[in-house]
């Protein structure tokens, strides 16, 4: 166990899918033993786009409590928090805004990448959300204030954060030359090697494209949500000879979720026309289902006992705000401020 801090932030963007299971918690829930982690919800985060639908924000923050405890991220291992509960990142947040060149987060791809969704998003429903609000533009400069705030020094992120997280380094290296400091520290990307999972449909897994499995889904939902899977689009007949290299995303969901004797099997079977693609589906609904099935009854246990949760939730919050004062206490002092 190493005396490093580990920070990472999800958006609330309700009940988490099979994408997140395999390219996120996993990873989270292993480096629990080897770093102090700090998970949090980025609420803030969450309204740089969506600030005018909040009518679910209560509950989507707790959803996506519930699938991290259901899946194994532990409250005596990590501190897990509310990013809107730690004031002091509001507060950092301000401060580092001064010292950020406008042309730093300007230029960031993510955040284009970001304001080009919303535009397709704006042209689909014709609703008035800014092409790029003000808060929409900080959106790296905050989530630095989330992780220097907490002193991180590794951050578990995917590529496409890869950006942001640049920032964060500069903007850190900034501050310590402008205040004559060495508070902090460039925080390191640490990869997600997993590769990410497709959607049902072979698009990029998401809530708003309908084609997740959710982490809670129930094993009906499950199991045909697994039949919609894309398969190797050349094959007709179970005779036909397979491609499990061309099953677009069957197969991969096989080499993501059931053992390699499994996956060896299915290959063989499928390459030599002996496996119907209905019936190799009908069997991956099922592995998956068994896969999540004591994590989604401790979901439902927890869902039930929402007043435990929140205990752990401020229980958290509690502990980021002392570690986030300690930091706080510094830079007030070298802003003198
Ligand atoms: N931007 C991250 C995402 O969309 C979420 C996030 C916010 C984050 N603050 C963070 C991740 C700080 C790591 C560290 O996935
Ligand atoms: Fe994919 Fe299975 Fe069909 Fe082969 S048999 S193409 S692995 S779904």
């Known amino acids: 166990m190493e005396n490093i801090n580990l920070v990472s932030g999800m958006r609330s963007t309700g ?38 639908k909040t009518e679910n924000l209560r509950q989507d923050k707790l959803d996506v409590v519930l699938d991290w405890l259901a899946c194994g991220i532990n409250p005596n291992k990590s501190t897990i928090y509310f990013q809107s509960k730690v004031l002091q990142i509001a507060e950092l947040h301000v401060l580092l805004s001064m010292v950020t060149p406008n042309n730093w987060v300007e230029r960031d791809p993510t955040l284009k990448d970001m304001v080009k969704i919303l535009k397709s998003k704006n042209e689909d429903t ?22 220097m705030v907490m002193n991180g020094g590794i951050v578990p992120v995917g590529v496409d954060q890869l950006a942001h997280l640049e920032i964060t380094r500069d903007i850190a290296r900034r501050f310590n030359n402008i205040y004559k400091t060495e508070l902090f520290n460039e925080p390191k990307p640490k990869l997600t090697q997993i590769p990410l999972l497709l959607g049902v449909d072979g698009q990029k897994m998401g809530k708003s494209f309908h084609n997740d499995v959710k982490i809670s889904d129930d094993e009906e939902t499950t199991s045909k949500k697994i039949m919609q899977c894309i398969t190797d689009r050349s094959r007709a007949r179970k005779d036909d000879l397979g491609h499990p ?10 080499q993501a979720f059931a053992d390699s004797e499994t996956v060896k099997q299915v290959e063989c079977e499928c390459k030599a026309g002996q496996r119907g693609c209905a019936d190799c589906k009908r069997q991956l609904g099922k592995i998956i289902n068994d896969k999540f099935a004591p994590i989604r009854t401790k979901r439902q246990e927890l869902a039930q006992d929402v007043d435990k949760v929140y205990d752990i939730i401020n229980e958290g919050n509690k502990k980021a705000a002392l570690e986030a004062e300690k930091t706080m206490k510094l830079v007030r002092d070298a802003v003198n401020i």
């Open 126 to 147: 014709s609703e008035n959300v800014p092409q790029m609000s003000y808060g929409l533009l900080g959106y790296p400069v905050l989530m630095s204030a989330d992780i």
């Open 15 to 52: 009940k988490l899918h099979l994408g997140h299971y395999m390219g996120v918690i996993t990873n989270w829930v292993k480096l629990q033993d080897e770093y102090n982690c700090f998970y949090f919800v980025a609420d803030w985060h969450a309204l740089t786009t969506k600030y005018d």
């Open 245 to 254: 290299d061309k099953c677009e995303v069957a197969f991969k969901y096989y």
